[in-house]
């Protein structure tokens, strides 16, 4: 059986930190053999999080990058598809998977595309305008880039289930080592139980 597994990073968090490393990991583990991680070549000098309109040119270069970095790929090749992101990242990958069921279901039998599964770290509230079938989210309590209650509705409205660690930031750390790791190992347990699913 033939899986890819796609890694969407966010900006300034890159693959080869915990949460997209050790899913990394998992995904491999459970047969996602053949991997692509892209990776962002370009920085914002203002602050995302309080300019409002840098922060929708961000959406929108990094939806256009992904597009352009996985047109080459044979989607229909393979037997499972995995979306694995972080924060920006994971607006990129469900528009992505979005645009991508959109063009198969268009042009090709809609039974013909891969099931396509996702692993969202730290979603945005942009992440479910577009509507992902079958995915996991995971978020923290302090995660200054996002508002809880509406990343929680909004995922419960598209049956999306996401773990909330208590005072865990846009990182999802604490600054409480210990409890980092014990949550670390909980998040890669329930990629790993979302993955065998």
């Known amino acids: 059986m033939s899986k890819i597994a796609v890694v969407f990073p966010g900006i300034g968090y890159t693959s080869d930190k915990p949460l997209l490393y050790y899913a990394s990991k998992v995904a491999k583990k459970c047969g996602y ?20 309109e840098t922060y929708r040119r961000a959406c929108n270069r990094v939806v256009k ?3 352009e970095e996985l047109k080459g790929i044979d989607w229909m090749s393979y037997d499972k598809i995995l979306f694995i992101s972080k924060s ?17 279901n268009k042009e090709v039998s809609p039974f013909v595309l891969p099931p396509i599964k996702q692993i969202f770290f730290t979603p ?24 809880l209650d509406k990343i929680t509705k909004f995922a419960n409205k598209q049956y999306i289930p996401i773990t909330v660690y208590e005072n865990a930031n846009h990182s999802l750390e ?11 190992a909980d998040i890669m347990a329930l990629c790993k139980r979302f993955l065998e699913s």
């Open 124 to 147: 945005l509230e942009e992440t479910f305008r577009y509507p992902v079938k079958n995915a996991i989210g995971f978020i923290g309590t302090s995660d200054s880039w996002s508002d």
């Open 65 to 67: 990058f992904t597009e």
């Open 33 to 52: 053999d053949e991997s692509r991680t892209l990776t962002y070549n370009f920085s914002y000098k203002s602050d995302l999080k309080s300019d409002r």
């Open 88 to 104: 920006l990242g994971t607006v990129a990958a469900a528009s992505f998977e979005h645009d991508l069921t959109r063009f198969y």
């Open 174 to 184: 604490t600054g409480n080592i210990d409890l980092d790791l014990k949550n670390m």
